[in-house]
T-cell receptor, first 116, second 112 residues
């Protein structure tokens, strides 16, 4: 069975600080996909990134970066120079992407508050 | 606008009632997924349809059912509603799970 753990329930940082959100996953499959979604106070789920299990390259997109390490089954997300607009709940998710089993398994989310 | 349309945005109904939530997927997406987000259970997968056929089932109660129509829109039917069914219900669509999922803005259901 697949499982995603986001041990950090809530994080608060002062604006402009860097912050890392942790994600640890469990799966028996060798092929899988990892995702991060952002849920701002308005409630929608905003896609941030998708990474397949064969691509361990770190990725940077503006102030966002992701560190994927298969050896530790982690897919951590870092926000550099945080801004108030980054305040949201962030979800890490896993899909084993098999035919007949494409569901996303979500972690419990990390509520990030950026203090101005 | 994500391209996935969910209606209504908000719904308030009484216990024991039946409601229908509607989802129009992004153009070209054949798969539709339904998720429930509640405070105690988090985001839970309910059911997936692909081109009109049920493809996968998750933690969906027997009181809940869904279908996908020939025009690919989907409906989630919730019956004999209980207070615990109050939640945010999301629809997502995809051309295939490996390519990622686009979520709608959700329907917030409140059962009173």
């Amino acid at each position: 069975a697949q499982k995603v753990t986001q041990a950090q329930t809530e994080i608060s940082v002062v604006e402009k600080e860097d912050v890392t959100l942790d994600c640890v996953y469990e799966t028996r499959d060798t092929t899988y996909y990892l995702f991060w979604y952002k849920q701002p106070p308005s409630g929608e789920l905003v896609f941030l990134i998708r990474r397949n299990s064969f691509d361990e390259q770190n990725e940077i997109s503006g102030r966002y970066s992701w560190n994927f390490q298969k050896s530790t089954s982690s897919f951590n997300f870092t926000i550099t120079a945080s801004q108030v607009v980054d305040s949201a709940v962030y979800f890490c998710a896993l899909s084993e992407a098999e035919i007949l089993n494409e569901k996303l398994t979500f972690g419990t989310g990390t509520r990030l508050t950026i203090i101005p | 606008d994500s391209g996935v349309t969910q209606t209504p945005k908000h719904l308030i109904t009484a216990t024991g009632q039946r409601v229908t939530l509607r989802c129009s997927p992004r153009s070209g997406d054949l798969s539709v997924y339904w998720y429930q987000q509640s405070l105690d259970q988090g985001l839970q997968f309910l059911i997936q349809y692909y081109n009109g056929e049920e493809r996968a089932k998750g933690n969906i109660l027997e009181r809940f059912s869904a279908q996908q129509f020939p025009d690919l829109h989907s409906e989630l039917n919730l019956s004999s509603l209980e207070l615990g069914d109050s939640a945010l219900y999301f629809c997502a669509s995809s051309v295939g799970g490996v390519y990622g999922y686009t979520f709608g803005s959700g329907t917030r259901l409140t059962v009173v």
